[in-house]
């Protein structure tokens, strides 16, 4: 039998592990609670504990591991795997790839940004297949992305690359979470929606506010419809810098019905003409397991810079 | 002898040839005026004789050439050389690099931005020496940009990336050349400049404006104050996408007392902050022969994919 390779989704709420052949077919999956409150290490624990329960569901154990890679939320260094900041698990700088390693007795260990490992898994099995110049950009609750340049991830010179959440749309704008004001996560992403309606004085959830927009609602219909419109700027702005074919368009929130549409509308019109007319605008193909796949990716891919 | 290679800086007024041993040691040059009025061929035969003179005065000829390398203002596709929009010299659509190569009996051409080939000579000879992730921005009539990234010329799909001056900064904001409306360009250059003192009531050149700003005039020294700012804030979006190593800042207007400095600061207060804390702000280390050594350095770095 050929080794596996695990592929580990981190998020605020749940670790899901799956289990991968050398084909990238799932062959075992464990879902647990991330329980953060419980801290450091109680999490690493319990991913640990999910990376062995999927390897023994499929048969298998740590000493036939090609390796494990992990997505997680959060602002990680590259390629120490170091979580520099990652809210939803109220961490700073805590060193998850050695941490993980050491409970893996020592297997190699990839960790990157949950954003990263869904660019990937878009570029090698979703929307991008094929593509070697992509931005992968999800609007959830919040605004984050990855980068693919040349047919690679690129990260930087330490890991941050793909903030696409923090370009500035406009610098007197509502304060952001990042220390900045009027980065695009303010007015495009799930929870800056929810902020900017609460100014028009609309108190409702995401979807509410979705909701009261189509009902027609003028408040809410002015900010969703900047929201659109601050995620198209600043897509124009990652075209002008980075010239890329495609930008890949993923997260529940702008699966909102015309929210992608009018973000590429306003893209289109702010992008420089000649690199507008290069670019395509698409939805991501993945969800399910795209996380976990691509956190398997970032171990088929990791090219030695990380050991 | 070995072979010699020929950087040429094809600017608005000059042309200006420059001979390279294997060392980018310069062995002979030779500058010729533009003429843009006279119509593409007429250029296109210039730069052709000034490529050939500069070969006959380091004692060689075409049949020697390793390559002619070519850095023009402008949109330029890559790796076709094909120059898409060119306002200083009046071009739309010009083959340059197959025009040029027929004009040289053939031989091997190279053709990219200014901006790219004074990143390369930044990055190889300059400010830049041995880093891998840098941003080149030039701050002179316009703002324009080159990126270095995972240790070399990143140009996006087709030629374009790195063009910094065109990441807008208010959406609201005065018209761009570009199409679009609120781009640095508009604020932070010298023609910007300009432009932003004049709806002040002040008429004045860019230096004119930066003696007022200093003589204490207010509206000037909003209008510094505002350039240097926006420059600033573009920096620190680049500095979220890309997480550069460091950023180069080259070109006269850049260059006036305190516009760096300012730039840097509101910089470091926009960015994410641990991507502020690995990126350093320097001056440019070359000029005079910079574009040519750059547009040499094009030939020598060409990994075959123009060709």
Chains 1, 2 share one sequence.
Do not use: K
Request: glycine letters at 16%; proline letters at 4%.
């Amino acid at each position: 039998v050929s080794p596996l390779t695990v592929g580990v989704d981190l998020g605020g709420t749940h670790i899901r592990a799956v289990a991968f052949d050398d084909d990238l077919a799932p062959v075992a999956r464990t879902a647990a609670p991330t329980a953060a409150e419980e801290g450091v290490n109680a999490v690493v624990g319990r991913v640990a504990e999910s990376v062995r329960a999927a390897l023994a569901r499929a048969g298998s154990d740590l000493e036939d591991v090609r390796g494990v890679g992990v997505g997680a939320a959060g602002l990680i260094e590259w390629p120490t795997g170091m979580v520099l900041l990652a809210s939803n698990l109220g961490w700073r700088d805590v060193p998850l790839r050695d941490l993980l390693s050491a409970a893996l007795d020592g297997a190699a260990v990839d960790v990157d940004m949950d954003t990263n490992a869904a660019a990937l898994a878009e570029a090698r099995l979703g929307a991008g297949r094929g593509l070697r110049h992509l931005l992968y950009v999800t609007v959830g609750t919040g605004v984050g992305g990855g980068e693919l340049l040349d047919g690679r991830l690129y990260r930087g010179a330490s890991g941050g690359a793909g903030q696409i959440g923090h370009v500035v749309i406009d610098p007197a704008g509502p304060r952001c979470g990042c220390g900045g004001q009027g980065c695009v996560e303010v007015y495009a992403s799930g929870a800056g929606i929810v902020a900017r309606a609460r100014e028009h004085g609309l108190t409702a959830d995401t979807e509410g506010v979705f909701r009261a927009a189509e009902d027609g609602d003028p408040a809410a219909t002015e900010v969703v419809e900047r929201a659109a419109d601050a995620l198209g700027l600043a897509l124009a702005t990652y075209v002008n810098l980075n010239n890329p074919e495609a930008i890949i368009v993923g997260g529940g929130v702008a699966a909102a019905p015309g929210y992608r549409e009018r973000a590429e509308r306003t893209l289109r019109q702010r992008a420089l003409p000649a690199l507008a007319d290069v670019v395509a605008v698409l939805p991501g193909a993945l969800d399910g397991d795209a996380g976990a796949i691509g956190a398997a990716l970032l171990v088929s891919e990791d090219d030695g810079r990380s050991t």
